[in-house]
């Protein structure tokens, strides 16, 4: 079932078939409860909003619509059993629809989520394509109503706005001309409106236009209102003036705004975050063709944002980044300046994320971020000594059991954010502490450094920790699921799939690929139940490990014992510890007692952690239980 209000009331059932609503008053009685929100609304609110002047036998004619309404609505009910969608409540009836099932309600959602990040603009965009007219279009001009009505209006407004400024803050909206045009020709005194349509049209390379709709929003202001231009419009006039606004996509622009605002755009998340990667590279390219050795390496050195995953969103991008900066350092030199080179350096460490590096490639990216580390200790910078310990630490996963040593590494990045205001790194340092908490099986402390990072987030405008931190607390979940008296398994198979609907929209497809399917597996292995066997489930990079533990649930042992001799050593990233377990517990299974020593001899500094917790997003429990279960297969004769 679906309600739409953005237009005229209608209601639709899952197959889009339109309900019989009834009368004008029947739609006005929804319409009510659904401005409600799910709140309850009292029998007599409702007849003073329904009837100015209400009849005697009001009350009744209203209880005759809303049964009318419930009998439209769930058509199926058994007789004698309790309504489901409008409920009597108290004094009253609420309406009980999930909020996404609510055209209104979906909308207002996108709205306060793209507030929050400006990454979650595609979903806005859908929500305002939902609007068919003015809200609540066939509903009486009652009181209720009108005030609805411009409410609504309001947000509607904003949120036309707030799309047009994220589009153009990412690097797009040449298209948006015709619309922000429309906009302010229905809503002239919205000032910001008119800075918007400025600067789609600089952004579609028509500065002249966007100076001479500058100089009309003035002249409105003054001649109608006598009132000067705001703050935002005088600043966008300067901009397309002085050529440090966004240029059009055809036209020549400086590298190094372009970068700074493509770090601020990373922190924001999805769309914005995939826009800011792209800007990053076309400004590295933008400052090669310029020859300036000094300003191409500045560029790419800007980029400082924190990273907190081991496994890069964009390889081929990082290898081009990565490319850029090795080429840049061998032109300035051993002798070049000491900040430029170790800025180079940590983002070669950063950028070369070790799940698709060669050895070679491993030790020059370890190397990268020991001199990063040296030569920022002795320029005494601390944002550029944080910048070069994120290097260290995603450098920092040679091996199964390095926990304590990430430790040690977040905290010096969180202490150096915290005596010198470096917000973002702040919270870099508290989420490397939770998935050294996480991997030592301390919840506790690592439930502490999720609260942490979730409050500094909120003033550092990075949405993306609390994707990160919903992960955390679904892992904490499935461990406690094994409790006495803990949480169901299915009580931590929803929080997982709960925080994979966020993971799929933040933009970091390096992390959100396979990680759902192996949470899953991961709880049944704590629960020592066979793995999910569901074709729809897309494995990803986990594929080679996980599918003996697929084709032994579907009782396929012969085809396991392939799969587990054809599947590699596992990266040295996030979740090496998981995959040597799998690796491990299939070994068993099989009897395969080659494999199993080789897991066990990877595994043994491991013992004291947690498999796959070093991400903090997801657990197969202790590795001492596959390093036991290893032993023994091995040690057999």
Known sequence: MRIDVLGAVRALRDDGSPVDLGGPRHREVLARLVAAEGRLVTTDTLVGDLWTDPPVRA???????????????????????????????????????????????????????????????????????????????????????????????????????????????????????AELGAHVAEHPWREPAWGLLARALHRAGRQADALATLRRARAMLVDQLGLDPGADLQRVETEILTGTAWPAPAARFGPRTTVDLARTLALAGGDALVHSRRDRLAAIQAAERTGDLTLTARIIGAYDVPAIWSRADDLAQSRAVVTAAERTLAALGPGGPADLRARLLATVAVESRTADLARSGLRRARQAAAEAEALARGLGDPALLAFALNGVFLQSFARPGLAADRDRIGAEILDLATRHELPAFAVLGRLVRLQSASAAGDLDAAAAHATAAERLAATAESPLVAVLTAWFRARATAARSTEAGGPSPATAAAQYRAAEDALRTAGMPGLHRGLFPLALLGLRLLHDRAAPDDPHLDWGPYRPWTQPHVLLARGEREEARVALAAAPEPPRDHLQEAMWCLTAHAAVVLGERGIAAAAEEALRDAKAEHAGAASGMLTLGPVSRYLAAAAACAATR
Do not use: K, N
Request: glycine content about 8%; proline content about 8%.
């Open 59 to 177: 009350v009744g004619a209203l209880r005759t619509f809303v049964a009318a309404l419930r009998r439209a609505l769930e058509p199926g009910r058994p007789p004698r059993t309790p309504p489901r969608l409008i409920v009597t409540e108290g004094p009253g009836y609420a309406l009980r629809l999930p909020r996404e099932d609510v055209d209104v309600h979906r909308f207002e959602d996108a709205l306060d989520r793209a507030r929050r990040a400006p990454g979650a603009v595609t979903d806005l965009s859908a929500a305002l394509a939902a609007w068919r007219g003015t809200a609540y279009a066939d509903v009486p001009d009652s009181a209720w109503a009108q005030r609805e009505r411009t409410r609504l209006e309001e947000l509607r407004l904003t949120a036309v706005e707030l799309r047009a400024r994220v589009l153009l803050d990412s690097g797009e909206g040449g298209d948006l001309v």
